[in-house]
């Protein structure tokens, strides 16, 4: 957009200008990391006087710059400096209203001041926000610039997650049998998740190293049931024979090996395979990005076969739908977006499309193969000439192999600032899978996933986990 100005002489007593701007939860934020002004009662989701509601006002000071933005980009526009402004609030602006700014030429003095009546009001009620006067320095001469070549922000907080978290604390709590919660991660994940009311726990390991755990997190385990075990293996039965029982919807791994995990849940006659294999999903949410993005396999199948990619595709769609993803977008990924003999990845993903395309995978679009680019930058696919319902909005992404998965994923955790929820798929209920170095968002998604996945199984006949 080319920014153009009025100058002093131009200006005229009566002349007007407006804007309207809708206060999102974004610009709380970035307002309270550029000001430093973290007064509770400006943050989202947050509740600053102790009523029991988030309040998510809009600082008067940013209120205030609103005015400033028309002066500096409209009337007069670039070149405007201020001399002063006052200010007189009535009512107060809040996260998700949309507001009118208006600024009116009131006078102009002969050293180039100009002031000007400045008002803000709310445009569903239209409330009056603010009203004032400013005196600004006006621009001389003609100017005109062009704005697009600022740098981008992006907001490092997870929506997704927090919509997440949202529609699983209105459920019921979904009793997870928790295998080995005997250091600090572990158990802190739990009882978070417990306190959030998210799971009920049942503790299964050794009993003194439980409570050594919790005494270093100042925990009370009063009124949860702990299980003894001596070792992760015996505490993996026992997690399966509680889902067997009916007293357990879903598994959490502690401290123990996966190895150890999975042995006890393959079991042909006590463990947890219900038909289709045992596949992991990162449930990621990318600051910046519009929708949770899936990634299947990083943490269970190696090096899997295009048999292992079906029911890794089909597992990764049945999860995006129960998050409320109506038809997801599945990219199986390679190297390259056309088919390459010499690329197994290339000729599994052609194959994985087609038989979606013939109702082989149902409930969701598959399209591959596709590279990483045009699976999820519409400009990119455009510009390689891929035109289909998946290319470059993919939001679940099938990688070849655990090297390509688990790479990606610590990308996006590292490098992107996402948050992972870690998920197995193919048991007879979901087992939560969580790293050490799991933030306590990712542990709580990583529930509320579970939560979600779990009650929408089991609200349909004949669906398992």
Do not use: W
């Not at 401290?255 to 006659?269: I, K, Q, S, V």
């Not at 400009?379 to 891929?386: E, H, I, N, S, V």
């Amino acid at each position: 957009m080319i920014l153009k100005n009025r100058t002093f002489d131009e200006l005229q007593p009566g002349d007007s200008a407006e804007m309207r701007r809708l206060i999102t939860a974004d610009d709380l934020y970035v307002f309270a990391a550029a000001s430093g002004n973290h007064n509770p009662m400006h943050l989202p989701r947050v509740d600053g006087n102790g009523d029991g509601k988030p309040d998510e006002i809009a600082p008067g000071m940013f209120v205030g710059a609103l005015i400033a933005t028309v002066l500096g980009m409209q009337l007069p526009g670039p070149g405007t400096l201020y001399r002063k402004q006052s200010f007189t609030f009535f009512e107060r602006a809040h996260a998700n209203e949309e507001l009118v700014v208006r600024v009116r030429v009131l006078s102009k003095e002969t050293d180039g001041l100009v002031t000007f009546a400045t008002e803000v009001r709310r445009i569903s009620d239209d409330a009056l926000i603010v009203t004032g006067e400013a005196q600004v320095i006006a621009p001389p001469r003609r100017l005109s610039f062009d704005d697009a070549n600022l740098p981008g922000l992006v907001v490092q907080r997870h929506r997704h997650f927090e919509d997440i978290l949202d529609r699983a604390r209105p459920l019921p709590e979904l009793a997870t049998a928790v295998v080995c919660p005997e250091e600090e991660n572990s158990l802190g994940g739990a009882l978070l998740a417990a306190r959030e009311s998210l799971i009920t726990p049942i503790l299964i390991g050794e009993p003194g190293r439980i409570s050594a755990t919790a005494e270093k997190l100042g925990a009370d385990l009063s009124g949860l049931e702990v299980i003894p075990a001596q070792s992760g293996f015996e505490a993996a039965r026992i997690a399966c024979a509680l889902v067997h029982e009916g007293r357990a919807g879903a598994v959490m791994k502690g401290h123990l090996h996966t190895d150890d995990l999975l042995r006890a849940m393959l079991d042909r006659d006590t463990g947890l395979r219900v038909g289709r294999r045992f596949t992991h999903i990162f449930v990621m949410d990318v600051p910046g990005v519009t929708h949770p993005i899936l990634i299947s396999d990083a943490a269970i199948n190696i090096a899997p076969d295009l048999e292992a990619k079906v029911d890794i595709v089909q597992n990764a769609i049945d999860l995006a739908i129960s998050l409320g993803i109506e038809v997801p977008k599945v990219g199986v990924l390679s190297a390259v977006e056309t088919v390459n003999p010499a690329i197994q990845s290339s000729i599994d993903a052609a194959l994985l499309s087609k038989m979606a395309e013939r109702g082989q995978i149902k409930g969701g679009l598959v399209d591959g193969p596709l590279a990483m680019d045009n699976a999820v930058d519409l400009a990119a696919a455009r510009t390689k000439g891929l035109r289909s319902e998946v290319a470059g909005q993919a939001e679940i992404l099938v990688v070849p192999n655990l090297d390509a998965g688990n790479m990606l994923a610590k990308q996006l955790s590292y490098i992107s600032h996402a948050e992972a929820a870690g998920l197995m798929l193919g048991a007879r209920v979901p087992v939560i899978l969580n790293s050490r170095s799991d933030s306590s968002m990712a542990r709580l998604a990583s529930c509320a996933v579970a939560a979600i996945h779990f009650q929408r199984c089991i609200a349909t006949p004949g669906r398992t986990a």
